[in-house]
């Protein structure tokens, strides 16, 4: 008997059992699931006395004896697929998982999502070890505390991963990596491991979603309501009735979809979905700097918020008359062209303009913001008209999806490495980065940073640059505006609602 790996599958079923994933019958049961996976004989139960929130420790002790054995090759992938594979031993069907979360609900809706969460992070599905690496911070604003987070999370592939990626036969099983066929699907090189996946149905107007959590959380209770059919992103009525239904099952939660269109839509526009959580963003403690009125609509109270972005935001507790109203305000942005701001809303037959929408509880209310977008392109701007400029490429070059809209930036990792280096030098004065290689596209702004803070030492450095980012992350959303907060920009935004009147 391998009395070390005896000792590391015990460690892991104490850690199942305190963290409800099975129960005490379930011991053996899942052992042998363990000793089958790892190629061992026998297992004799041991007493453990330790208390652990997460399961990587034991985990990377199962991982290196099965890379060490041959049974895994020793890759970052590799590595995942398998400890997925072992964690999957000691959790709860799915059926299982739905029965707790409705026996949780029965007594309140905030009980059955935090156990939901709980057991997400247990089970190793949200690799809570990793996620907890990103860098993350807030930046004060004009438009309140800015989110900002370097994502650290995702490992670097291994060039043996890769390699492997090319040999695996062409597949469209799941069709996506929102579809609900991941629940349980082993994974390979090119797609993850989902057996310790599990989601909770819900029902929006007698049509199937899910609700699963992202397992790359950038907020408290990141979750994802996806559609039960492999079926492309559009927004349109379905979609605010859809998202007043879940935080009406879920009043703690927040919903938002992303845009339906290229370059203003998010990362998956191939499947509808959206995203919600239990987080407060700066978004959301913005305030009414404007109030208008709809004619038809006396229950709504309306109004623009000051945010960088355009957005509406729409409360009333007749739920019926907001979905009225945010629809016929959606109907009237896909048709608007404002050539003097640059919005037009088609090119030929191509469509320009839709809406990220965002819909909380406030009481007894609902609250829909309507975020205008438009993902026009021209020679100037190649990436999108109102998308991140050139000038802040440097920063954040991707799509404004819906979290970016609500204020939390997800900035690459390569960042990080970037902060230390010009910290270094901006307390050498060094006078100029154009020069090195890896920090040159940084160059313009960290002449800026230089002359806005003469006086930077080591104990203010890091606040400083941190501050900075935050304040180019306010620029990027405030490019990606359709109607810019200047006098002309608030006129054409006072115009398009006399249009919607």
């Not at 050498?428 to 800026?448: F, I, M, N």
């Not at 620029?475 to 115009?495: C, W």
């Amino acid at each position: 008997m391998n009395e070390s790996m005896n000792y590391e599958i015990n460690r892991l079923l104490n850690f199942a059992l305190q963290q409800g994933l099975i129960r005490e019958s379930d011991v053996f049961y899942s052992a042998n699931l363990l000793l089958a996976k790892l190629r061992l004989d026998e297992f004799v139960p041991e007493k453990v006395n330790e208390a652990l929130r997460v399961p990587d420790e034991i985990l990377g002790r199962l991982l290196d004896y099965a890379a060490a054995e041959g049974i895994i090759e020793d890759t970052a992938n590799q590595r995942d697929l398998f400890d997925t594979d072992l964690m999957n031993c000691v959790m709860p069907r799915p059926s299982e998982v739905i029965a707790a979360f409705r026996q949780d609900y029965a007594v309140s809706p905030e009980l059955a999502t935090e156990h939901y969460y709980q057991m997400s992070i247990a089970s190793n599905y949200i690799r809570k070890a990793r996620i907890d690496k990103n860098v993350v911070w807030k930046t004060a604003t004009e438009y309140g505390d800015l989110d900002i987070t370097i994502n650290l999370s995702k490992p670097e592939k291994d060039p043996r991963d890769i390699a492997k990626a090319k040999l695996v036969k062409s597949s469209s099983y799941p069709k996506c990596l929102l579809c609900r066929e991941n629940e349980g699907f082993a994974g390979h090189a090119n797609h993850p491991a989902r057996q310790t996946h599990r989601l909770i149905p819900l029902d929006f107007g007698g049509k199937e979603w899910f609700l699963q959590y992202s397992p790359y959380t950038y907020y408290n209770e990141h979750c994802i309501i996806l559609n039960g059919q492999h079926v492309p992103m559009k927004i349109s009525r379905a979609t605010f009735e859809n998202l007043t239904e879940f935080v009406t099952i879920f009043p703690h939660y927040f919903a938002g979809s992303n845009a339906d269109l290229p370059i203003v839509g998010g990362s998956i526009l191939s499947h509808d979905h959206y995203q919600g959580g239990h987080y407060t963003f700066a978004m959301a403690a913005a305030p009414l700097e404007k109030e208008y009125e709809f004619a038809g609509f006396p229950d709504v109270q309306a109004g623009r918020i000051k945010w960088p972005m355009s957005a509406l935001r729409l409360t009333s507790e007749n739920r019926q008359q907001l979905i009225d109203l945010a629809e016929h305000i959606l109907k009237k942005w896909r048709e608007y062209s404002d050539e003097s701001v640059g919005v037009l809303a088609y090119s030929g037959e191509e469509p320009h303009n839709t809406i990220t929408p965002i819909c909380r509880r406030q009481g007894s209310a609902y609250q829909l913001d309507l975020v205008l977008r438009n993902n026009r392109t021209d020679e100037e701007n190649p990436l999108g008209i109102f998308h991140p400029h050139a000038n802040v490429h440097h920063i954040k070059k991707e799509n404004i999806g819906l979290i970016e809209v609500m204020g939390l930036a997800v900035l690459p990792p390569r960042l990080k490495e970037n902060m230390a280096k010009i910290k270094a030098a901006l307390l050498s004065g060094r006078e100029t980065v154009a020069d090195d290689e890896q920090l040159a596209v940084h160059a313009d702004w960290y002449q800026e940073i230089r002359a806005l803070h003469p006086e930077i030492d080591e104990e203010n450095a890091g606040q400083i640059i941190r501050n900075e980012i935050g304040k180019v992350f306010m620029q990027v959303l405030t490019d990606a505006g359709v109607f810019k907060r200047d006098a002309a920009g608030m006129a054409a935004f006072d115009r398009f609602v006399k249009e919607c009147n």
